[in-house]
């Protein structure tokens, strides 16, 4: 019977830097998660693991305790503590990583759409192939949907593509060259910094506050760069990824009068903008320097797959030359179901939706979290959580040790050696039952977690 109760775990700490505490709950959390610990096998008793690792007593303590907080391992009175059956498999994750807007379309609704696309869809538009901007009858639906925004463009200077990611990679194409220097929030979306970096441009990041990026800073920036070679400042003035700050009126004209006086363009991201329609976007401030980087898929559906690239005026040549090896274009099915949601005025009713249910998640992650600094609006997809780097980083590889994912700290980092960064959690993607569980784990660790501040 003593053979059946051994431990088949082999002790080791977990070679991070943090205390001997966190390294063990690492270490077990790893080798339960891949396998090499199955349901039901015993950990070591307190005493012989304390003694075989050389560290206090106390220290294993904590870490065990820790771990059954997590659902990890259970302990049974007057037999030790166990791997828990529930979590000992590697399948298991619950994606906080991606921020997509919450599921809020309907079959009935897609159905109804379909109808009505049957009747009214150019047969030409699928036995053709797309123009490199996209079809002119495509560009003007999406040039009405931008008016919505605040946002009034000449369909000939709108381009379209097969996604906002691919608008924006066009943009920082167009706008900074092979030579360019790209400014941008020091904290930002990590889809653009890995687009930057693999496409080989300079990148400095600009300091932010609860409002964005700070002008002061953008300014010093841009005295500083070095004359010749194309400047261009990307930012998100509207629920800024990830910390969802959104730019004042006040905050968005004095960035474009800087980058109008320092000669840098503008890309402005647009995609959160139908949150606040009521703020102009800086494009509209100033329209001869920005480029508008803009698309469907976080405003309607992820499964609409449009992006929206408005150019400066003189860059219609340049933005075709570069298409025509490569053309973007959407589907014209997707471009027509936002054409016949428009014309129905169903848009609106599926952005309430959203809102609706984006507010109850915002408020589900403040209830359960409750630390004084979560940062979060109510129409984001996403909360922001600060904290210093090192101590994110170990946080996100403790979540992922019990199936929970969540974005890497260093991907939204522009300088990797900053020492302030956070945790985004993307409250949209997942159910909202495994939101629920993985949000109150969380909560649990932030208890657990020694309260330091970002530098």
């Not at 049974?76 to 791997?83: A, S």
Request: glycine share 8%.
């Amino acid at each position: 019977m003593n053979m059946l109760l051994q431990s088949p775990w082999a002790p080791r700490l977990a070679d991070i830097e943090a205390n001997a505490a966190e390294r063990l709950v690492l270490a077990l959390a790893d080798d339960i998660i891949e396998g090499r610990l199955t349901g039901g096998d015993r950990l070591p008793a307190h005493r012989d693991l304390a003694w075989k690792l050389g560290i206090g007593l106390g220290t294993v303590t904590k870490a065990y305790a820790a771990l059954e907080r997590r659902g990890l391992t259970r302990s049974i009175k007057g037999r030790g503590t166990f791997v828990a059956i529930r979590h000992a498999h590697k399948d298991r994750q619950i994606d906080l990583s991606s921020n997509a807007p919450p599921a809020t379309l309907n079959a009935r609704l897609l159905a109804r759409t379909l109808t009505g696309i049957a009747r009214k869809i150019d047969a030409d538009h699928l036995n053709l192939y797309a123009p490199p901007a996209g079809h002119l009858e495509h560009r003007r639906v999406l040039a009405r949907w931008l008016e919505t925004l605040g946002l009034i463009v000449d369909p000939s200077h709108l381009v379209l593509t097969s996604g906002a990611r691919q608008a924006l990679s066009l943009a920082f194409d167009l706008a900074c060259g092979p030579q360019g220097l790209l400014l941008t929030e020091r904290i930002t979306y990590p889809g653009a910094i890995a687009l930057a970096r693999r496409k080989g441009y300079r990148m400095q990041g600009v300091r932010i506050d609860a409002e964005g990026m700070v002008p002061e800073a953008l300014a010093e920036a841009l005295d500083r760069a070095a004359s010749g070679g194309r400047k261009a400042v990307y930012l998100t003035p509207t629920l800024h990824n990830p910390t969802t700050a959104t730019m004042g009126g006040e905050r968005r004209q004095a960035i474009a009068e800087i980058c109008r006086r320092a000669g840098a363009w503008i890309i402005e991201d647009g995609v959160y903008a139908p949150a606040e329609p009521a703020l102009p976007p800086l494009t509209a401030l100033a329209p001869e320097i920005a480029f508008h980087v803009n698309g469907l898929s976080k405003s309607l559906g992820p499964g609409l797959q449009i992006g929206v690239l408005a150019l400066p005026a003189g860059f219609n040549e340049a933005a075709q030359d570069a298409l025509q090896d490569m053309p973007l274009a959407p589907s014209p099915l997707s471009c027509a179901v936002v054409e016949e949601w428009l014309a129905t005025g169903v848009i609106p009713s599926i952005q309430r939706d959203l809102r609706h249910e984006a507010r109850r998640r915002a408020s589900l992650a403040v209830s359960l979290l409750g630390t004084a600094e979560l940062v979060s609006d109510p129409d984001a997809y996403n909360a922001w959580l600060p904290m210093p780097r090192e101590a994110a980083n170990r946080f996100v590889s403790a979540a992922a040790a019990t199936g929970i994912k969540l974005t890497p700290p260093d991907s939204m980092m522009v300088d990797r050696e900053d020492r302030a960064s956070g945790i985004r959690l993307c409250l949209g993607g997942a159910s909202f039952e495994d939101l629920t569980e993985a949000l109150t784990l969380l909560a649990q660790w932030l208890i657990e977690m020694p309260r330091q501040s970002p530098k």
